[in-house]
């Protein structure tokens, strides 16, 4: 087994962001209202790749283990959260990188 020499790697913002959407869907309060939406903002330092980026997380840990209802409620949390923002989560919507260039289909007919 090897031995790790030196410090431990810093955190990255996008697994804080992670972490605290699941303390916040736990917590009793918790009921979407603006001040989680910005304290999910503060912690991704206003940037919503960050949010995005702890979004993937949270897809990723809820399709290893589908029944976990904290990473459900964090995921769900997130993306009303980065909707209420204005941004789309889903593939092929309106600020993905799936979605259809409209202008491009227009000229083509």
Known sequence: MASHDGPPQPIEQAQLV???????STAPEHDGRTTVV?????????????MRHAL???RTRQQISPGDTRTRGAVELLVRTIGWLGNRT????????????????????
């Open 38 to 50: 910005l304290d999910l903002l503060r912690t991704a330092r206003h940037d919503l790749s960050t």
């Open 90 to 109: 889903d593939p092929g919507e309106v600020g993905t990188a799936a979605a259809r260039n409209t202008s491009t289909e227009a000229s083509r007919t």
């Open 56 to 58: 993937t997380l949270g």
């Open 18 to 24: 992670w972490r605290r959407a699941v303390r916040l």
